[in-house]
């Protein structure tokens, strides 16, 4: 029977053989991260995809954390948990809709489910998305399924230079350099990271046609943000994506963009980011065809007036700003400040001023620095209003165009 004596021991000893260690490049990773997270996909038929992503995101963010807390093999077992998951992911997304919701509910009830072996034996066998990324980047998978064999060797304790009581032990531990150890997280932290953004390449193509100018010119705004040149560089490497590019999910996707018409850089400022400049006006307007209903409201009022400085819409949850700046120095607001009952003409918000207008239903907020005169308004009003039966013509012309229901 345990004594308070033994326990009291075991407390003691609990980080004995523990050894912190820092990564010099901790930040960067996490950075690196970040920049995965930003590619989450917007694809509405699985955006369950998503939740695994992040969930990948914090297992490689828990391995770094554990390795700097000096419990090493749990680190190395939260990387290949990431690369298992990411597996998973795929095998979910490259499927019909209906094995898919199958297989989910089956995965949930915790069910008999394939093993990360039997899962990439039956993606090969199917001739999906991913089979044909598998092959194009043949190279790749091989060198993954490398580094996933040498993480099961800290997984499974094979070796003496995984025992915590040998590497940290005063004597034995000059026979294992903790720079070797480091040296070997970092290389599959890299390649998990590495994995995690190729896996998610299944999904849709987007991370990487963005970074081509001719793409992005030619396309909205998309939830799905380019994972950056130094990030495929360094955590997947040039040579492997110019394989992806071989792809059809990557040729089909770049075919289907590139036909589109390309926007003016002024257009893709107010586009992708929100932004009129004011100063451009005449340039965006010019392709007022490639502008959403929200995007033509915002530049209409922009244009017509040089005292608005933003323009709110969807109750506050987006905005479009200028090139003029604010005088408003508190730089958080509020949904509930921009409702109808609170916003009329020239109210006051703080230093500035808020206007409410309505196009197709929809309210419309301007800030301004100065108040709108009586005429300005008048002018902001009528445009607002020609604006709004141009719509309702042009959504009454659509309609007919539609099939009708029997």
Known sequence: MSSKNDFITIKRNEKQDIHPIKLEN???YFSALTNLQLSLTGRLDVMFANTFINEIIQLITNAIVLFEEGYFDAAFYSLRESLELSTTTIFFVDDTEENRKEAIRNW???GKFPGHKQMIDELKARTGVFSDIREKMSSYFQDIERVKKRIDKY???QGFDKFYVVRNNFVKRKNYPEENLIKDFETFLIKSIGAAAVFRLAIDPLPVLL???DIYNRTGQFLTEGYGNNFINKYIGEKYIEEYKKTDIYIGHYDAFINNEEMLPSVVDLVKDEYINTDKIEEILSQKHLLSIN???AV???????KI??????GGLSWYFTNLKSNRKNTSWSSSDFTPEKVKENTSYDEVFLTHFKVLDEDYYVEHNKEFNQDELKKLKHEVRKLDEELTKLNEELEKLLPKES
């Open 26 to 28: 901790d930040e960067e």
């Open 108 to 110: 949930k009830s915790e």
């Open 300 to 306: 209409t009022l922009v244009a017509h007036t040089s």
């Open 211 to 213: 970074l081509d100018d």
């Open 309 to 314: 400085i933003k323009v709110y819409c969807i």
């Open 295 to 297: 995007d033509l409201v």
């Open 155 to 157: 997984v499974h304790k």
